[in-house]
């Protein structure tokens, strides 16, 4: 029978620990009651994260978790031993309440955990201790001011009561708090912390009076955390068909060990390959936990992901134990169960985030630069990646607000016993030695440098040979006009064509100056960017990268074809063009993108076709005198004064050679130098910003506020990983919308006519994996955009009474500067958006969404 506690109590000021609840029960029934104990939750938190410590097979990993690790999760919850969080969860009960302590404060002090960092504070816990576990709902708790005693946690009884809580802990899981030795191991005990919160707050901890021993291994067993093991000795050629050629050897043949490993080298030359390769040799060894591969955007994560998904079916044992959670990415989101914050409606019900938690997943690099900074949660980001294989693909000069937390990065990466593997057609050597931490000297191309080790050190330096090469011709070009005729007399020939712009905007405008015409000449075209659905999204990417790979080979004569798009064209993405038109860019990024430019030789093509590029842009000295004018929107994207340096390195090219030509461009465009008359002004715009842009040395102290060690914790909405065109906001895209209170309905009409049910108030009407499917399908119906370009927020109260709270994270009310990044907007037939419940949907502009040109602001 389920204890409660007892009613003497109710009327005193103070309750015993034993007594305390940790959380209400919701019943079959709707009701609720008091759930498990604040000491058995705690305990069966340390239990949880002890048994996740026990099965981590690689040793470099787990020498990182101290003994004490586990009753430092245990200690997470010792502030819901105070009066107001009784309150709180007596309020939830219908039962009465302790005079003259209101449960709305606890927003003051970031709710129990902000009690529990000032009592681990007040019982001299060693340094770090008091903020892991303070932090461990993603946050840090406003408590300046604040100390243990204080009259509103309960005066000194209350705080007696939880240092018998801690010592009670103590005897149960024979431990204490440990001892760390650094901010890094500080940030992977914070995420050990959280996550075996949200484990043990899970459906197999949930009814108060069952027993939990015996659900320890299946609570870690069903949320993915299952050690994998690995067929031995296979080669390169047993997994990937082919045998290494000189470049992937050498990659192959210095990262046996966890470290730092840069491979540069041209645009369709394997890198990909040799980087799983060395995973796989990490894996088998035991010397890696896991493989994270990050990418720069989600679309090009969604192809590399397939092929990670044929590399896992060949190294992963027969045998081991839950096979197909390990290797499906999509399982972890559908089956496994990974408690309160892991739920539908919590923070971390996301594929993306979720991802890093999985031993094995694809995603985007965005989600591990967070890992260091000083957003929510960033620490369970950390967590996940600890002791893993990172490879960090399409790395290229970043501007200086990315470059900065992608240093910091890779140095925390790098102390967490991972093994990093940098993968880039565009570095240059002042960039390649910030990755690296220390000087570099090789100018060779293509090089491999490698420094192993837990610390930066002495590093080794490999040229490997150029084995083949090949000749671009080039066209600069400031005619838009002629350049879209010579697109569609190039596709009227046969052949696919590329046209890259710089803006989502800029794509869809030249999509539908295109399209209009190219249907009347028997051209097909299309359009790929990151602001679809995914839905929609999944569909333009399987068609048209079939068109342009080598899948679609045996169709590829049947018609011309042209594809527009923005970066994520030049990321990636297997696809092979015949000819491209693409908006000027720095020098990185168009190297990149003629790399989709005569990719494979063997690729059939139009008789017409010869391998050929033209960069729209304008004239150099109007450029230089006026970037912004000359330039357009690109001049927002990336800096004039690196644009202007681009345009000089590519003036008067008609031709280039590749690889050979890739070192000397770049360092020709990165190179320092000092600069007189207009260019003087960009770079020291660019330095120093201006009124309307911000300067590289401010952009990169906002990137060291963001970091981990300093500033405020930062909301997901606020964390920028890239300074410009962040898609922080997720819009939410319904053709209806409404509910039925008698019913306790809501009832959501998706884009394609299918309805979906959500009871409002009683969540135990669908099941745990109900729930998750349900939700899954709502979030295939999100789209990403920028803040500026989101629908105007509707009220969290609205939201909820639609039961939206149920799927989608809505914000911590325990943290004020938390919100949620959740917009809805109705669809209408005309493809216009409008508010729900006749919100207006923007203050500026009107917004628009089709399933062939994606989400648009429609005019300015």
């Known amino acids: 029978m389920r204890r409660k506690p007892k009613v003497e109590h109710v009327n005193s000021t103070l309750i015993p620990f034993r007594d305390c609840p940790a959380k209400s029960f919701l019943n079959d029934d709707g009701s609720v009651t008091t759930g498990r104990t604040v000491f058995n939750h705690c305990q069966i938190v340390g239990e949880v994260a002890k048994e996740m410590i026990r099965r981590i097979r690689c040793d470099n990993l787990k020498v990182l978790f101290p003994d004490g690790a586990a009753f430092t999760a245990a200690s997470h919850d010792i502030g819901k031993v105070s009066p107001t969080f009784y309150n709180k969860i007596m309020r939830a009960c219908s039962r009465t309440l302790i005079p003259g302590f209101n449960p709305d404060l606890e927003k003051q002090w970031g709710g129990h955990a902000g009690v529990s960092q000032v009592t681990a504070t007040s019982l001299n816990a060693p340094t770090y201790i008091p903020e892991v576990i303070g932090q461990h709902h993603g946050f840090s708790p406003p408590i300046a001011g604040c100390r243990a005693k204080d009259e509103i946690f309960g005066g000194e009884d209350w705080l007696t009561e939880r240092t018998k809580l801690v010592a009670e802990l103590q005897h149960a899981l024979q431990e204490t708090w440990p001892q760390i030795e650094s901010a890094a191991q500080a940030r992977l005990l914070a995420g050990l912390t959280s996550v075996a919160d949200w484990i043990g707050s899970g459906e197999f901890f949930e009814k108060p009076d069952a027993p939990w021993q015996e659900n320890i291994g299946r609570a870690l067993d069903h949320a993915g955390f299952v050690p994998a093991t690995y067929n031995q000795g296979l080669s390169f050629a047993q997994i990937f068909g082919f045998s290494p050629h000189e470049a992937q050897s050498i990659l192959i043949e210095q990262a ?54 044929q590399f896992l079916e060949i190294i992963v044992a027969p045998d081991c134990s839950h096979r197909s959670l390990l290797l499906h990415a999509n399982a972890w989101l559908f089956e496994t169960e990974m408690g309160e914050e892991g739920r539908p409606g919590g923070a971390w019900f996301n594929q993306a985030k979720r991802g890093l938690l999985a031993p094995f997943a694809v995603g985007t690099i965005d989600q591990a630069l967070m890992a260091a900074m000083n957003v929510k ?12 294989v990172v490879i960090l693909d399409e790395v290229h000069t970043y501007d200086a607000y990315t470059g900065t937390l992608l240093d910091a990065l890779v140095r ?31 100018s060779g191309y293509p090089l491999i440098t490698a420094s192993p080790g837990c610390v930066a050190g002495e590093v080794k330096e490999v040229h490997v040979p150029v084995s083949e090469s090949r000749q671009v011709n080039l066209g600069i070009q400031a005619d838009e006009v002629l350049a879209l005729e010579q697109a569609l007399l190039r596709a009227e020939q046969g052949q696919q064509v590329l046209w890259i712009e710089n803006t989502v905007k800029d794509a869809q405008q030249r999509y539908l100056d295109l399209a209009a015409r190219a249907s009347d000449l028997g051209i097909a075209c299309g359009l790929l960017h990151s602001r679809f659905t995914l839905n929609d999204r999944q569909r333009n990417e399987a068609q048209w990268v079939e068109f342009y790979g080598k899948a679609g080979w045996p169709k590829r004569g049947a018609q011309g074809r042209i594809l527009v798009g923005t970066q994520v064209l030049e990321q990636s993405l297997d696809i092979d063009a015949d000819f491209m038109v693409s908006r000027f860019a720095p020098t990185d990024m168009l190297l990149q993108r003629l790399g989709r430019l005569w990719r494979h030789k063997d690729t059939p093509r139009s008789q017409s076709a010869r391998p050929e590029a033209w960069f729209l842009a304008p004239d150099i000295t109007a450029a230089i005198e006026s970037p912004p004018s000359h330039f357009g929107a690109s001049a927002y994207v990336y800096s004039p004064y690196i644009l202007c340096r681009s345009l000089e390195v590519w003036q008067g090219k008609t031709s280039i050679q590749l690889p050979e030509d890739i070192r000397g461009l770049i360092e020709q465009t990165y190179q320092s130098r000092s600069e007189q008359g207009p260019m003087r002004k960009w770079l020291s715009e660019l330095e120093d910003g201006n009124s309307r842009r911000t300067g590289q040395n401010t952009m990169r102290q906002l990137a060291r506020v963001a970091l981990a060690e300093a500033g405020n914790t930062l909301p997901e909405s606020k964390a920028q990983t890239r300074y410009s065109e962040t898609d922080n906001f997720e819009v939410l895209l319904l053709r209806a919308i409404s509910r039925n209170r008698e019913a306790d309905t809501a009832t959501f009409t998706l884009l ?28 295939r119906q999100v789209v990403p955009v920028r803040r500026a370009d989101a629908p105007k927020p509707a009220p969290t109260d609205m939201l909820k009474s639609f039961g939206l709270h149920h799927c989608f994270y809505l914000g911590n009310p325990d943290w004020p500067d938390d919100e949620s990044v959740l917009r809805v907007a109705l669809v209408e037939d005309s493809g216009y958006l409008r508010g729900i419940e006749h919100l207006d949907i923007h203050d500026k502009h009107t917004l628009e969404y089709r399933d062939d040109l994606g989400y648009r602001v429609a005019n300015d």
């Open 256 to 309: 046996c060990t966890p470290g730092v490993y840069v491979l540069e080298a041209p645009m369709g030359l394997g890198k990909t390959e040799a980087a799983l390769y060395a995973a796989y040799q990490l894996l088998s060894t035991y010397q890696a936990s896991g493989v994270y591969f990050a990418l720069p955007t989600q679309l090009t994560s969604n192809k590399i992901f397939e092929r990670f998904e």
């Open 412 to 442: 925390l990466l790098r102390s967490l016993h991972c093994t990093v593997i940098i993968l880039s057609a565009t570095l240059n050597q002042e960039r390649r030695q910030r990755l690296l931490g220390c000087a570099t000297s090789a």
């Open 752 to 779: 394609d006519g299918e309805r979906i049910q959500l009871p409002l108030r009683n969540r135990a009407r669908l099941t745990k994996s109900e729930w998750r499917h349900v939700t899954a399908t709502l979030l």
């Open 377 to 388: 949660h960033g620490f369970v980001r950390a967590f996940g990646l600890a002791g893993k």
